[in-house]
DNA sequence: CGTGCTTTTGAATAGTATCAAGGCCGGTGG
DNA sequence: CCACCGGCCTTGATACTATTCAAAAGCACG
């Protein structure tokens, strides 16, 4: 994929974009640079020395962690717009890897030019402690629920956040059982029961490799007590 | 308790004096209020509109999350040096509620200040930038340890977690059952079992209100799946 | 000494994980 | 074109773990 400057680029809501400084966007467009990593591949890996910021310009990237006996546990899922490899920033190493979910575009700055950019836009600096204010948000609302809801319940909050994010126009999904699995914290054998239920009493219509969601206001209603706000 | 100047304070683990800025210092210093809470009094409340930032002169609080049907979780632990309410910032509403788990001593800046703050030093929106960096680190891996480990791991985690922040010169770390069962995210009766089984064991020892780390290594072997340095 | 609160223990129940087997589908090669 | 293979998904039976309910013991307080 050929370089593209940030000022021209067409990715509406990139994260350097939306910060409005047009100075920023033209040092970025200078040290920037954009790849291009098939389905399945690794952006980041968890362990790895921590080498700059990601910003994901087209793509879906899943953000795990390595957990005990081969398990793993989705932290987030990402799109376009997203910022990946920051939780890294301060630290040494990253402590989660980042694993495409299909071809994707990312853009990366390296360490040096990052911070070089924080030192010269304190609206990118105060931009990004805003978008980490959201994450930790969203972090510590998901240890309440992996906390405290039930299997079931956990997928029903697994299948609200996945849709949220990466609905297409049919209110469809296309996600893997092992991802979902990973996202909800549980194993496919009950994530795939509880699909079964679901489908059974009408509020999911499940084919090969997509997940249709019939009755949207059902699934609310089951983590409603969890006052999430979809 | 009298107000003291921040450039007077003896607290050596502020956030705002670690900084290093001494016009920010001089800022605060002018800005901040400082109020005494007595033990389990609310610092902030779940829903409460998001007033400001609050800095941990001395003191424990607990930061916690209501859950289902009365259930609450434990975030985070925090002591002097901590900030409470900085998941706030750029949201309507705190997202958690803070409760003094002792007598305590916090200086309170209020939004308006904060930002001009931010504006005039942007070492504080730096550095604060870090601290969410690490606190979303830690909140991650506490989503995979919530998930994964079982409750006698969930409750050694807890107490190793606990010690770290509180353990005073025995070793020892006076906490309630309830508070640390809602940190392991577990009910009071197992926490019960999983303590009266480690003092069996001869790991811990524990009086009324106390509990006291006998062995810590054996505590640390037990969670040594999950690859947690302490 | 009661009285009320927290903590501990026990027993029954419910929920979840694991193990094992079978089904479905796409790809490959005869 | 069809049979076979392998991966992913589903289902069932079983074992295990955690939760709930109930009750007793310990402790603080008046």
Known sequence: ?????????????????????????????????????????YVVFEGDQVLGLFFILSGRIKVVSSGISGKTQVVRLTKSGDIIGHR??????????AITMEDSNICFVDNDSIYEA????????????MYYSKELRNSEAKIKNIAQMSVR?????????????YRDDN?????????LADLAGINTEQLSRVLSELKKEGILAIT??????????????????FNISY
């Open 153 to 165: 319940e956990k997928v029903v909050d697994s299948l609200l956040y996945s849709e949220r994010l």
């Open 171 to 179: 209110n469809s999904i296309q996600i893997d059982r092992q991802d």
């Open 118 to 129: 924080f030192m010269s836009s304190p609206k990118l600096t105060f931009d990004l402690m």
């Open 1 to 41: 994929m050929k370089e593209v400057a940030c000022t021209e680029c067409s990715s509406s809501d990139c994260f350097i974009r939306t910060c409005g400084d047009d100075q920023l966007m033209q040092f970025v467009s200078n040290v920037k640079r954009t790849s291009f990593y098939k389905k399945k591949q």
């Open 208 to 225: 090969k490799n997509e997940i249709t969601i019939n009755d949207r206001n059902q699934l609310v209603d089951i983590v409603q007590p």
């Open 88 to 97: 890294g920033l301060g630290g040494e190493t990253y402590p989660i890897s």
